[in-house]
């Protein structure tokens, strides 16, 4: 009686260990159609050279020489985003003093524009008379190659979703404001937006949780939100329990540390999609230069061609071709 009750004893473990494998084994999970949600930040942009980069720093000097005449958060950068395959442009928005809300990135106009201040401290009238390209330079200030073609450029955010009716942007709030996010879902509203899907927002926390309460089908996140999702999820995703912080929002998957993601590749996605979320894979493998956004195709080449989460990309112009050819799926004979 005693030997049957040791190995019962010793037999639980093993059946325990046995039965978290098969939970998370991801070969044993759904394989559901579909292709990668290309998210493209800024549109098509000049991007910039991040060494010793500070935090307030105007990237406008720090620009490569340009290889197109598109500049960020414009309704052309963003219809060059969708034409290269983006499914999501990711807009920064800034209220201003006429009750509107600006399309543009920056805190304050002295480093894009000819203009000086607070972005927000400013009336769309005026913010529509300023060049959006006349900070640019790639040579040190020697030349200056978008000076006078972007005079009118900085559309409101009703001018975005209007014109691309059809289309889903994911809108950073910049400021931590809870009044500012109230603001926006009152202007949202009033002019009956977003056109297509629920909104898609991200942020500071304050702001995020005004307006899931408001919101409560949005799609939102912050950076503290996803931290406490993948925390949690290492903790408790054995179980395929999905916490709260990973609802509705994204669940950043950086690849050194799918080994530890339970039910990777598809046992997560199914989880994740399951509770309304997006997976953004981001490229980790260079630690100097942080966790950042797609920039080469060699960047996802790590994933298998029936991936189907997000990707966060900042050169939609060369990601959004290759991931085309990459994730194709053969058509049905």
């Known amino acids: 009686m005693q030997r049957k009750s040791r190995a019962a004893w010793l037999a639980a473990p093993a059946i325990a260990l046995a039965l978290v494998y098969l939970l998370n084994a991801s070969w044993l999970a759904e394989k559901r159609p579909g292709k990668p949600t290309l998210i493209s930040h800024r549109g098509v942009y000049q991007t910039y050279h991040r060494k010793e980069l500070g935090r307030d720093e105007c990237t406008a000097v720090r620009i490569y020489e340009p290889e197109h005449d598109y500049l960020e958060n414009t309704l052309a950068s963003m219809e060059a985003a969708f034409d290269y395959g983006a499914d999501i442009v990711e807009i920064d928005v800034h209220p201003t003093t006429d009750g509107e809300f600006a399309v543009f990135h920056d805190w304050d106009l002295d480093c894009r524009t000819e203009g000086h201040g607070i972005t927000r401290e400013h009336s769309m009238e005026y913010l529509k008379t300023l060049d959006i390209g006349y900070g640019y330079t790639f040579d040190g200030g020697e030349t200056y190659p978008f000076r006078g073609k972007g005079v009118g450029l900085m559309p409101t955010l009703e001018e975005v979703y209007r014109h691309f009716p059809d289309r889903r942007f994911l809108i950073n709030i910049k400021s931590g ?140 112009e060369v990601i959004g071709p290759y991931a085309k050819q990459k994730f194709a799926r053969p058509s049905a004979e």
């Open 177 to 316: 404001s809870r009044r500012e996010a109230k603001k926006l879902d009152e202007y949202l509203r009033q002019r009956g937006l977003p056109l297509k899907g629920p909104l898609l927002a991200y942020g500071a926390p304050k702001p995020m949780e005004t307006l899931r309460k408001l919101r409560p089908d949005a799609w939102l996140f912050s950076r503290e939100s996803v931290k406490e999702c993948t925390y949690r999820y290492l903790l408790l995703g054995w179980s395929g329990y999905v916490p709260e912080a990973c609802r509705k929002g994204a669940v950043i998957a950086p690849n050194t540390w799918h080994w530890a993601l339970w039910g990777w590749p598809d046992r997560f996605i199914q989880r994740m999609e399951g509770a309304g979320s997006l997976i953004m894979v981001l490229d980790y493998r260079n630690q100097k230069r942080g966790v950042h956004g797609i920039y080469r195709p060699e960047e996802i080449d790590f994933l298998p061609a029936d991936y189907r989460g997000a990707l966060w990309v900042e050169k939609i």
